[in-house]
């Protein structure tokens, strides 16, 4: 019963024409940042949170959950139409979203995308709403180790599920990591590996090297068909839209995909990247045509969109009843809850009722709004694909260069956008995946985060990966998914030995005869 009035009071608030136009607003404004590679929602909440001080406690938290929920569906827009991940959550995006665009298609796969967004973040709206102290309590019961070998399993899959061998899958992967450890140590603070240059001594910004890793080879090779002719595009609402049917055959993934989402979102540290990457793996392999992965899957779409937008609702539900945020967007929005006199915890949900359902439902009108303002630009979004080439790389190239050097306001950003730009575009020519790399990158700094931790806590001792069950059951995953490409590889080629054998015996027997 009182839950039912608590939410009535938050709908109230939400309801008010000034919320409302604030969270219109943030979406849009999340919407457009978003589709900008290199800016992200996170730097659109940080620039935000001083204008909360002059707004009152309700508009304030409503106009900074838009802008998360706009920024995170922004990323797809470049994903898709420029093969440019907007924002690091939409990595996964481009491995089928541009293909399918490049078919002529833009529409529909924006279209796939923008469904996708808002199932995913429904789904983890509903569980903040309902399962928030339960799920929270799962998520943080995780120990150093438990989350150090969920992380190494999720590198190893990635590896695995790689378009190439997995030889070379695996040495992208570990130039990730080690790229990963260059900067200051994760516990004691300590430069390592930044070859006595001050400019290396804080790291490597993951955004710019995203920027370069996908930017900068797909430029190179448009350079290359600057003078295309024009695409057709998908130009009708009813074909742009998925259908019910696809909706219906893509149910399962859907689910699934947003299931991840949340539960990557309720972990502390590891991120919508991560769990964009997960998702789409898992789709993938529970595919009956894993083959059309990476040429325009729509399944691809579905899974890395639902996952991104699901770890929204996630991350906000250690936020609201622990105070622990799960990535650095749910910190900012820590720090705005703190600026209204709001303490996440237990007594959030008794204290302001009012004010905390509103948070909520904010989120879930937010996510509503989105799929508005996505339709009605999507065909002025997909036009892009029409503009000549040659007319788009040179602003392409200039916001790429922009969006990298604002987030620190260093000129070392702009060359490593081009290093790794040049990097990436070699890795492509010699068939070596980007995605293991970038997770490396990401994930890199979180496995080696939680295994010092766990290290110290346990005084030195690597016991405890075998001993914890969590930790056990995914290191022997990572161990069977790691041998059984080469024990497959083994069997093929004692079959293939076995049928020559055969087919050599049966000659022989019919050359005697």
Not at 348 to 364: K, R, V
């Amino acid at each position: 019963m009182f839950f039912l009035e608590h939410i009535g009071l938050g709908l109230q608030l939400v309801l008010q024409p000034s919320v409302f136009l604030l969270i219109l607003i943030g979406t849009a404004i999340g919407i457009c940042v978003g589709t900008i590679p290199g800016l992200t929602a996170m730097m659109a909440i940080a620039i935000a949170i001083p204008i909360t001080y002059s707004l009152g406690p309700m508009q304030g938290l409503a106009l900074l959950i838009s802008l998360y929920v706009g920024g995170m569906t922004g990323g797809l827009v470049s994903a898709v139409l420029l093969n440019i991940p907007g924002t690091p959550s939409s990595i996964a995006t481009t491995f089928d979203g541009y293909p399918l665009a490049a078919r002529g298609k833009p529409g529909k796969a924006l279209g796939y995308g923008i469904a996708a967004s808002f199932l995913g973040g429904g789904f983890s709206y509903f569980c903040l709403l309902l399962l928030a102290p339960t799920l929270a309590e799962v998520a943080l019961s995780l120990s150093p180790f438990e989350i150090f070998a969920i992380v190494m399993c999720a590198l190893v899959m990635i590896a695995d599920n790689s378009q190439s061998s997995l030889s070379k899958a695996l040495t992208a992967g570990s130039v990730g990591l080690f790229v990963g450890t260059i900067g200051p140590d994760p516990i004691v603070g300590v430069p390592r590996f930044d070859f006595d240059s001050p400019q290396l001594s804080g790291g490597f910004v993951k955004v710019s090297i995203l920027i370069g890793l996908f930017a900068i080879p797909q430029l190179l090779s448009d350079v290359r068909h600057a003078h295309e002719a024009e695409k057709t595009i998908d130009a009708t609402y009813r074909d742009i839209l998925p259908k019910l049917r696809e909706l219906g055959q893509s149910a399962v993934n859907l689910i699934r995909s947003s299931f991840i989402g949340t539960l990557i979102g309720l972990v502390p540290g590891v991120g919508a990247s991560t769990a964009a990457l997960l998702a789409y793996n898992q789709a993938k392999l529970a595919s009956k045509h894993p083959e059309k992965f990476g040429k325009g899957a729509r399944d691809g779409i579905f899974a890395s969109e639902a996952a991104n937008n699901a770890v929204i609702g996630g991350a906000m539900i250690p936020l609201l009843t622990l105070g622990l945020p799960g990535c650095p967007a749910a910190a900012l929005l820590l720090a705005g809850l703190t600026i209204n006199n709001l303490i996440p915890g237990p007594l959030l949900f008794t204290n302001s009722p009012d004010i905390t359902y509103g948070f909520i439902l904010a989120f879930m009108v937010s996510n509503v709004v989105m799929v508005g303002l996505m339709i009605i630009l999507i065909k002025p979004f997909a036009m892009v694909v029409r503009i000549p080439k040659y007319l788009l790389i040179p602003p392409i190239l200039a916001i790429c260069v922009i969006g990298a050097y604002v987030t620190n306001n260093r000129f070392i950003d702009i060359w490593v956008v081009f290093g790794f730009g040049l990097l990436g575009y070699w890795m492509k020519k010699h068939a070596y995946p980007l995605a293991p790399m970038v997770l490396g990158v990401i994930l890199g700094p979180i496995a080696e985060l939680h295994l010092r931790r766990g290290l110290t806590a346990s005084k030195g001792s690597f016991m405890p990966l075998v001993n914890e069950p969590v930790c056990l059951v995914f290191l022997i995953i990572s161990v069977i998914i790691l041998v059984y490409p080469f024990v497959r590889e083994h069997s093929r080629k004692v079959h293939l030995a076995q049928s020559d054998a055969d087919g050599s015996s049966a000659g022989s027997n019919r050359g005697g005869a």
